[in-house]
Nanobody
Framework: QVQLVESGGGLVQPGGSLRLSCAASGFTSDVYHICWFRQVPGKEREGVSCISMNDGRTYYTNSVKGRVTISRDNTKNTAYLQMNSLKSEDTAVYYC??????????????????WGQGTQVTVSS
């Protein structure tokens, strides 16, 4: 069974940095995508960034371009989200999700059958 575990969240001051990790297990192949989503109370879950674990292609939503880098370590079946120049608007619970990589990227949450438990990111003075 596919499982995802997020880690790396915490409290950081505006302008600071965090590195989130998403460790995947249970896949029978390495052909899959991992995407990061975030959600705050009262708002829809928002796609942040995705990476193809099979070929390294990436996606970033406009609000994080230039501040966020997604990467992978296939040896560890792990995707990382390096977040720099953090803003208060980045405060959210961050979730990673995965699906088979037979098609292109999607940031529609309903397209992802497997989710991690979430990790809280709080950006505040």
């Amino acid at each position: 069974q596919v499982q995802l575990v997020e880690s790396g969240g915490g409290l950081v001051q505006p302008g600071g940095s965090l590195r989130l990790s998403c460790a995947a297990s249970g896949f029978t192949s390495d052909v899959y995508h991992i995407c990061w989503f975030r959600q705050v109370p009262g708002k829809e879950r928002e796609g942040v960034s995705c990476i193809s674990m099979n070929d390294g292609r990436t996606y970033y939503t406009n609000s994080v371009k230039g501040r966020v880098t997604i990467s992978r370590d296939n040896t560890k079946n792990t995707a990382y989200l390096q977040m720099n120049s953090l803003k208060s608007e980045d405060t959210a619970v961050y979730y990673c999700a995965t699906r088979a990589a037979l098609w292109g990227f999607s940031v529609a949450p309903g397209q992802y059958p497997y989710w991690g438990q979430g990790t809280q990111v709080t950006v505040s003075s």
